[in-house]
């Protein structure tokens, strides 16, 4: 079993920048893809980006490119995601999954919020 927990999440004004982290605890992810997810009040999780076990392999929404940075440091088995510029419909729980293999995620953490205010 895996277990991560999303971190740096808060409230910051439209332009800001804000780094999360995910930690992963009881095994490994040096192996695993990981991703970003999102979810906004009265809307469906959305994916916001993707890194392959080696960090040589990343995917961005459309609405994120540009702007944000997934990044991982197998040795803290950690994986972080960099936003620069957030814009209020940023706004929305934030969370951190892993895959073992596939596209399927398998393994996801709490979520941690993310507001932007205009």
């Known amino acids: 079993q895996v277990q991560l927990v999303e971190s740096g999440g808060g409230l910051v004004q439209a332009g800001d920048s804000l780094r999360l982290s995910c930690a992963a605890s009881?095994?490994?992810?040096?192996?695993?893809?990981m991703g970003w997810f999102r979810q906004a009040p009265g809307k469906e999780r959305e994916f916001v980006s993707r890194?392959?076990?080696?960090?040589?392999?990343?995917d961005y929404a459309d609405s994120v490119k540009g702007r944000f940075t997934i990044a991982r440091d197998n040795a803290k088995n950690t994986v972080y995601l960099q936003m620069n510029s957030l814009k209020p419909e940023d706004t929305a729980v934030y969370y951190c999954?892993?895959?073992?293999?596939?596209?399927?995620?398998?393994?996801w953490g709490q979520g941690t919020q993310v507001t932007v205010s205009s």
């Open positions: 999954a892993a895959s073992i293999m596939g596209s399927k995620f398998h393994y």
């Open positions: 009881g095994r490994t992810i040096s192996s695993y893809s």
């Open positions: 890194i392959n076990w080696s960090g040589g392999s990343t």
